[in-house]
């Protein structure tokens, strides 16, 4: 798979750009603040409908404009797809394939499929677990598109169940005892919903792991071995064997009964609290270097290691099984030692197609440097 063509109009800064690409390396060049990340931010955008800076999609629109549109040319096994996206503030997104429209935004995911490395990913090991919940999501996306609307589903139940869980734990604690009539309702939606995305999860971490393990002792092969892991909120209730043996699949249904038995027992502290504090919203992705925990315990150097080791590893699950992403690298060289640069440009080299953006060309290893183009003053020419 490579992106043949990018065209861009009011993202980000970009009134307009149009950028011809080919298989192999290209190397975007040009100082901080001229626009190349905007314009691998717009490649990630059509593969996820999200960005990798930003939560949502308003700061996407060049100010003072009301919509901004990407389009795409990607090539897959010799065959061509054109894909639009129209992004409007304060309206629903629209999606064209080949000029055609289609019913959802989501529907074009899966034409473009990308794995992006950039500084922001330091997070994944240090932020939030909210970020790696995050990860997780997306790589469950780019691997099997229809895990979008289970997504989307279960963030829309979740949603409508803390409105109630609030509104009756405020009547609660008020003297009144509050309306749960429909609780049993959401919770029956909350289990479904949850316990597939759970279930996807599980697996995507036993398939990962293994991947992660090796990239990991490739960057850094004097440092202790990395491991990741899944921990969920109804932890007692899954079967150990879930998420650690690609021979053991996670089984729906009975995640779906260990959900909706947590949120029985629960159901006090949720009242009380006003919020659901069971399902995929509460869970996280383990990362261990030695047995300990990789946040706060591991070094600068460590840390960038494994999240490299994190998005070559899922670059390396999706190639073995579905065919190259594009693997796009945003301004990373000069954050990496000549060690970790030596051992990305050895995998990035024999990518189907590598997109890489640095603010200097000296930052780049050679076997990368064979197509460039220069971002400057409102433009991208090919040097």
């Known amino acids: 798979m490579y992106v043949r063509h990018l065209q861009v109009t009011d993202f980000r800064s970009w009134a307009h750009a149009d950028l011809e690409l080919e298989p192999g390396p290209s190397v975007l060049i040009g100082q901080n ?73 989501r529907d074009v995911l899966g034409i473009v499929r990308t794995v992006l490395f950039a500084p922001e990913d330091l997070a994944l090991v240090r932020g ?134 947590a949120l029985v027992a629960g159901r006090d502290a949720e009242l009380e609290r006003g919020i659901s504090l069971v399902g995929p919203h509460r869970d996280e992705l383990e990362l261990v270097l030695d047995g300990v925990p990789a946040k706060g315990y591991a070094s600068h150097g460590e840390s960038w290691s494994f999240a490299l080791a994190l998005r070559l590893g899922s670059y390396e699950l999706l190639r073995a099984e579905a065919g190259e992403p594009v693997l796009v690298l945003d301004d990373v060289f000069a954050e990496l030692d000549t060690r970790r640069r030596r051992r990305l440009a050895e995998v990035a080299s024999g990518a189907e197609q590598v997109i890489v953006t640095a603010a200097v060309e000296e930052d780049v290893p050679d076997e990368l440097s064979t197509v460039r183009y220069i971002v400057s003053d409102g433009e991208v020419r090919r040097a």
């Open 33 to 105: 603040g001229q626009g190349k990340t905007n314009l691998v931010e717009a490649i990630g955008y059509v593969a996820t409908l999200g960005s990798h800076r930003v939560a949502t999609d308003a700061p996407l629109i060049r100010h003072g404009c009301t919509r901004a549109i990407v389009r795409t040319a990607v090539v897959n096994a010799g065959r061509e797809l054109t894909v639009e996206l129209e992004i409007t503030a304060g309206k629903a997104n629209r999606a064209r394939v080949n000029r055609g429209p289609v019913p959802r935004p």
């Open 128 to 261: 939030d677990p909210a970020e790696r919940r995050r990860f997780l999501d997306d790589l469950l996306v780019l691997r099997a598109p229809r895990y979008a609307a289970v997504r989307a589903d279960y963030d829309r139940v979740l949603r409508q169940r803390n409105a109630l869980l609030k509104t009756s734990g405020a009547a609660r604690r008020a003297g009144s005892k509050g309306d749960i009539s429909t609780l049993d309702v959401w919770d029956g939606h909350l289990a479904s919903h949850g316990a597939e995305l759970l279930a996807a999860r599980l697996d995507l971490v036993a398939d990962l792991a293994p991947h992660v393990a090796a990239c990991y002792a490739g960057i850094a092969p004097e440092s202790k071995p990395a491991e990741i892991g899944y921990r969920s909120s109804i932890a007692q209730s899954i079967p150990p064997e879930y998420g650690t043996s690609t021979a053991a699949r996670a089984d729906v249904d009975v995640l779906t009964d260990a959900l909706l038995a």
